[in-house]
């Protein structure tokens, strides 16, 4: 991965954290309909971050693109260097490249989990530290301390249909973060659960993200979600159409 110039003109507040992941000018289209339209955005490093707006605004278009899932048809997004990930112009990846920072850079939570039914709970867990290079004894051993650490000690050796929906986002949230990620992406995290057990899994999603320094950013349709959030943007037809960073700095 090498580094480059941060695309121009991309949103910064003034008081953000250092930037890790910068957008310029992002553009993606699906059967001739702009997804974004020219989306400019500066996520600091330590930020937990919110994406909104409504059905066919962008929102997951925009986080795939950032996390390297899918690529824009036009635009930059880079990754900053940090002590655990070197700088890399996500945009000029190739698929290996893009793949290789999914796996150890980037940490994945999405709504109905994606987890794998017919493996135990700290078997998920372990099956991303080993693809991230660590061998299995190793893995199995951060699996359960993760696992541990979110309540689910006794529940590492069910099978994910076993396991209650909050309890299987806990296994999705310890996925994500048993390779310390720098940047966790979430995708309706919380959206097929009840709002006591939204409120349990966002806590602990923000605790093992933000909570140790690294980088949340939530596609999310619940407002109760992004007030959690340290900053909230909203996205119409493509574009970015509030920034409540922006609004702070204009204060």
């Known amino acids: 991965m090498t580094s480059s110039q941060h695309p121009a003109a991309a949103q910064q507040p003034a008081h953000q954290h250092p930037a890790i992941i910068t957008a310029g000018n992002v553009t993606k289209h699906f059967n001739q309909t702009y997804a974004l339209a020219g989306v400019d955005l500066t996520i600091g490093l330590g930020d937990s971050l919110a994406i909104m707006g409504p059905s066919g605004s962008g929102k997951t278009t925009l986080l795939h693109c950032l996390a390297g ?8 997004i880079r990754l900053s260097p940090t002590d655990r990930s070197a700088a890399a112009e996500i945009t000029s990846l190739k698929e290996s490249g893009r793949t290789a920072l999914r796996r150890e850079v980037f940490g994945f939570v999405f709504q109905q989990g994606l987890l794998l039914p017919e493996l135990t709970a700290i078997d998920n867990v372990a099956l991303a530290a080993m693809l991230a290079g660590m061998n299995r004894s190793d893995a199995t051993q951060h699996a359960r301390a993760w696992l541990d650490r979110l309540g689910l000690s006794e529940h590492g050796h069910k099978r994910i249909g076993q396991l209650s929906g909050g309890q299987a986002q806990r296994v999705a949230i310890a996925r994500a973060q048993v390779t310390q990620p720098v ?5 309706e995290p919380t959206g097929a659960l009840d709002s006591r057990t939204s409120n349990e899994v966002l806590t602990e999603l923000l605790g093992s ?8 950013v939530v596609v999310t ?12 943007v909203r996205l119409a037809d493509g574009r970015i159409v509030a920034d409540s960073a922006m609004q702070e700095a204009a204060h």
Do not use: K, M, Q, Y
Not at 69 to 76: E, F, H, K, Q, T
Not at 209 to 216: A, I, K, P
């Open 69 to 76: 899932i899918i690529s824009p048809d036009s635009g930059r």
């Open 221 to 232: 349709h619940d407002e109760n979600v992004a007030a959690r959030c340290s900053r909230v």
């Open 183 to 187: 940047v966790t992406f979430a995708d």
């Open 209 to 216: 993200t933000v909570g140790r320094g690294s980088t949340l």
